[in-house]
């Protein structure tokens, strides 16, 4: 286990060395402990809120029945994963917080195992639940933070549901990362909304670039490229009315954060590649999954069958792309 100098806590002091580590028994980590003030961004007495270091809506979180889970509990005693199988976009589906911005980043680094590998210290499952995970501050320095493998889940309606990100086909890797972020920012509840800028910069260390899309002269030839150099993208839905749940008239989410898959033209047809961190709620526009526009030639081109079905992942015109969304987000790794 590497020495090196630990994130202990995201606003007051850092470690440099170890926390308290009793092999074969649950680690807990006492600086972001399974407990309420954690998921209310509160202080250890409970009274003072602790400031995320970067901008947040003010959280929609009243008061909730709440229960830390460990993966095993999870997983119902299941054998389970830090990575199972291939990285993937799919591996990350968004829980009841607002952070759609937070799970469309990761969706799309998804794309790019050397970055994944890179935010991981920690590189399989740890049987007393204690993970390490690089970060880049914000005085750009690559850091390292620990955290345990105990996660919210709140109770709905009668039933306990993750609080965070939902679990993917036994591993927990998304699930980890998004814990790492929540430490960083104070609690879960000061990760509710975000600037998407910050985070991937977070996470990559890497020269990002927000581009107004009403605005800017953005170039369709531009965006190509930038899939083809498999930067991290990013984009957020117009504005339109009432929170998440209001939708277009073709599925969009009402100011929402996609991530863009893919960029690509064939015989005159710009398609995008998109992917809604819920997991599905996809695009009913043209060229969505039961449009006619497919022909057998394109659906060959685009790889349409990654889309089929209700993933989240869809293909949209780059016409209508420009009329749903407001801006993209570009991190230049």
């Known amino acids: ?22 092999p074969n028994k649950d680690f807990i980590d006492e600086n972001f402990p399974p407990t309420y003030n954690t998921i209310k961004a509160l202080d250890s007495l409970g009274k003072n809120y602790i400031k995320p270091h970067f901008f947040h809506n003010p959280p929609i979180m009243q008061s909730l029945d709440y229960k830390f889970k460990t993966p095993s509990e999870i997983f119902n005693g299941k054998s389970y994963f830090l990575f199972k199988d291939k990285i993937e976009a799919n591996d990350a589906l968004q ?83 998004e814990k790492a972020y929540a430490k960083y920012e104070g609690g879960y509840a000061n990760i509710y909304g975000g600037t998407i800028m910050d985070e991937l910069f977070w996470l990559t260390g890497c020269f990002c670039q927000e581009i ?14 930038c899939c083809q150099k498999k930067y991290i993208i990013c984009c957020k839905s117009n504005q339109g009315f009432g929170s998440h749940s209001y939708l277009s008239k073709n599925n969009i989410a009402n100011s929402h954060a996609y991530s863009i898959l893919a960029a690509d033209e064939f015989e005159g047809v710009k398609l995008l590649m998109l992917r809604n961190p819920w997991g599905d709620t996809e695009w009913k526009g043209d060229f969505s999954d039961y449009s006619n526009k497919w022909t057998p030639q394109l659906e060959k081109y685009f790889n349409f069958g990654i889309a089929k079905g209700e993933n989240g992942i869809f293909f949209i015109s780059f016409e209508d792309f420009m009329k749903e969304f407001k801006n993209i987000i570009i991190c230049y790794c």
């Open 1 to 22: 286990m590497d020495r090196g100098k630990f994130y202990s806590n995201g606003h007051e002091y850092f470690n440099d060395i170890l926390p308290k580590y009793v």
């Open 95 to 177: 829980g009841e917080l607002g952070n759609c911005y937070l799970i469309s980043i990761i969706s799309a680094m998804a794309q790019r195992l050397d970055l994944i590998e890179e935010a991981f210290c920690s590189r399989n499952v740890n049987k007393d639940g204690f993970y390490q995970i690089y970060f880049y501050d914000t005085d750009c320095k690559k850091k390292l933070m620990f955290v345990d493998h105990y996660f919210p889940y709140t109770k709905i309606n009668g039933n306990l549901i993750p609080l965070g990100v939902k679990p993917h086909s036994e591993e927990i890797w998304v699930m980890i990362l």
């Open 212 to 225: 107004d899309l009403n605005k800017s002269k953005f170039a369709w030839r531009n965006l190509v490229l």
